[in-house]
């Protein structure tokens, strides 16, 4: 009975399947002649390509950089450059000579062996000047440029700036040259796109393309680092070839890779080869105009023990005796925060703006310090390179006592008060080191551990201690936050 009626239910079962899938069809059928969503596809068959019928690109969309044209346009101005130096192998000792003799050449004598090395440039004017980078081409016995249309001639190093890394090559016997055009740093927006050109590997003309991914990056080069950070690829090569934006103007020239990280390269401003390039074409020397200050940053905490309103400019911790600065009424402990009214927002800023004038030019400067707001108006001596560096002076070992700051001083009849000792994880652990000498202590100078400790007394508990000291024969400031008790 049991089965009967199981068996009874399966066929009515089966027996309905038939309706239920006359019922879906119908449903299916009123769905086909709704109007589609926009999620929705209609029942239109898809055509894929076949051979017969090639794949169409689609059109450029309005404002798509027109890259192959730009490349077309510049790219007979890019050079590629061949630099070859002499060196001399080290000399070597046949160690055989002792027992056999001399046989053949000596080995005791000095080889003379070339090197060459690649890079690239642009060449700056009809002239046939070629702009590059001065390691590129150090110490050259002889030059060659390859022009894009095939043409090899010789050059000639026509100047070399070193502080910048930048060089002016003259093409020998050349005609009918293409000539880029130079932007300006003002015109260098973060963010947009770029076009480097050069001759990575010496694989040949070699385009890449990226974006401006910053500006003014100091890669601690020296006192003029001003560096544009692109992601274009830029590999060994590369160095001296130009980056231009979208207009086919140069902006840049590439200079550095970053060899821990890739899709970051670096590039030297425009305007710093157009403030030298005059000069290095006529005389192939670049003179600049010299301060006599020596500078460091202004942060958060020297900001308040001086009692400034923001944390910008350049704080004067030395001048030189008889220099500009010292001439115009400048004196350690000023700040100076602009040039020709040119603000100067970090402390690299100062160095930059005189570097790009010439000796004996006057300039305005903008000072605070003790004596207020002030301009001043100073003569600019000429920057010359100083190859004499005083010897470290080591600090004498006697008993020291310690004033809240994390340090041991003591006095030292030569030198004057020395720090002896510095606490681990004390506030002045990463700004002085043992065998500094205090020079002042608030603004007042102090010659004895006396004095050193009745100044640091004076200073209201809530503002940090302004300290002057001498490291190495150079002076700066240092603002310190005590101890809690």
Same mark, same amino acid.
């Given at each position: 009975m049991d089965r009967y009626v199981r068996g009874s239910r399966g066929t009515r079962a089966w027996a309905a399947l038939p309706l239920a899938l006359a019922l879906l069809a119908a449903a299916l059928g009123c769905k086909r002649d709704e109007k589609p969503t926009p999620t929705q596809t209609t029942g239109a068959p898809m055509v894929l390509p076949t051979a017969s019928a090639?794949?169409?690109?689609?059109?450029?969309?309005?404002?798509?950089?027109?890259?192959?044209?730009?490349?077309?346009?510049?790219?007979?101005?890019?050079?590629?450059?061949?630099?070859?130096?002499?060196?001399?192998?080290?000399?070597?000792?046949?160690?055989?000579?002792?027992?056999?003799?001399?046989?053949?050449?000596?080995?005791?004598?000095?080889?003379?062996?070339?090197?060459?090395?690649?890079?690239?440039?642009?060449?700056?004017?009809?002239?046939?000047?070629?702009?590059?980078?001065?390691?590129?081409?150090?110490?050259?016995?002889?030059?060659?440029?390859?022009?894009?249309?095939?043409?090899?001639?010789?050059?000639?190093?026509?100047?070399?700036?070193?502080?910048?890394?930048?060089?002016?090559?003259?093409?020998?016997?050349?005609?009918?040259?293409?000539?880029?055009?130079?932007?300006?740093?003002?015109?260098?927006?973060?963010?947009?796109?770029?076009?480097?050109?050069?001759?990575?590997?010496?694989?040949?003309?070699?385009?890449?393309?990226?974006?401006?991914?910053?500006?003014?990056?100091?890669?601690?080069?020296?006192?003029?680092?001003?560096?544009?950070?692109?992601?274009a690829s830029i590999n060994p090569g590369n160095s001296g070839g130009p980056l231009f934006n979208l207009r086919g103007q140069v902006i840049g020239i590439n200079t550095a890779i970053n060899p821990s990280g890739q899709g970051i390269g670096f590039a030297i401003p425009i305007d710093s080869l157009k403030d030298v390039l005059p000069q290095l074409v006529a005389t192939g020397r670049v003179q600049r105009g010299r301060l006599g200050v020596l500078i460091q940053p202004v942060d958060a905490a020297m900001a308040k023990a001086l009692g400034l309103p923001q944390t910008s400019g350049a704080l004067v911790s030395d001048v030189d005796p008889?220099?500009? #600065?010292? $001439? *115009?009424?400048? +004196?350690?402990?000023?700040?100076? %925060? !602009?040039?020709?009214?040119?603000?100067?927002?970090?402390?690299?800023?100062?160095?930059?703006?005189?570097?790009?004038?010439?000796?004996?030019?006057?300039?305005?400067?903008?000072?605070?310090?003790?004596?207020?707001?002030?301009?001043?108006?100073?003569?600019?001596?000429?920057?010359?390179?100083?190859?004499?560096?005083?010897?470290?002076?080591? #600090?004498? $070992? *006697?008993?020291? +006592?310690?004033?809240?700051?994390? %340090? !041991?001083?003591a006095e030292d009849p030569r030198l004057g008060v020395v720090i002896t000792e510095v606490d681990q994880g004390a506030p002045a652990a990463g700004q002085l080191d043992v065998g500094d000498v205090i020079v002042e202590v608030d603004g007042v100078p102090i010659k004895s551990v006396r004095e050193a400790a009745e100044r640091i007394r004076k200073v209201p508990p809530d503002r940090p201690i302004l300290l002057r000291v001498r490291r190495d024969g150079k002076t700066r400031f240092v603002a310190i936050d005590r101890k809690s008790p």
């Open positions: 090639p794949f169409a690109a689609p059109p450029v969309l309005p404002g798509t950089p027109d890259v192959p044209a730009l490349v077309a346009a510049v790219r007979p101005s890019v050079v590629n450059i061949t630099s070859e130096t002499e060196v001399q192998r080290p000399m070597t000792v046949d160690p055989f000579e002792f027992f056999f003799g001399r046989r053949g050449r000596r080995g005791g004598e000095d080889q003379v062996i070339k090197r060459r090395a690649l890079g690239s440039g642009f060449i700056v004017d009809n002239a046939g000047h070629v702009a590059t980078n001065a390691h590129v081409v150090a110490d050259a016995t002889a030059v060659r440029v390859k022009l894009a249309d095939g043409r090899e001639l010789p050059a000639t190093v026509r100047g070399v700036d070193e502080r910048l890394d930048l060089a002016v090559l003259e093409i020998q016997g050349a005609k009918d040259l293409s000539f880029v055009s130079l932007g300006s740093n003002d015109a260098i927006n973060v963010g947009e796109y770029v076009v480097a050109i050069g001759n990575p590997f010496g694989l040949g003309d070699t385009v890449t393309m990226g974006i401006v991914s910053a500006k003014g990056r100091e890669l601690g080069a020296g006192p003029y680092d001003d560096f544009i950070q692109t992601d008889g220099g500009p #600065a010292v $001439r *115009a009424g400048i +004196e350690p402990g000023d700040v100076i %925060v !602009a040039v020709e009214g040119t603000p100067i927002v970090v402390a690299h800023d100062l160095p930059r703006q005189i570097a790009r004038r010439k000796p004996g030019e006057k300039v305005s400067i903008e000072v605070r310090g003790k004596k207020g707001t002030r301009t001043v108006s100073a003569s600019l001596d000429e920057l010359r390179d100083d190859s004499s560096r005083p010897a470290k002076q080591e #600090a004498p $070992r *006697a008993p020291s +006592e310690k004033h809240g700051l994390g %340090v !041991a001083i």
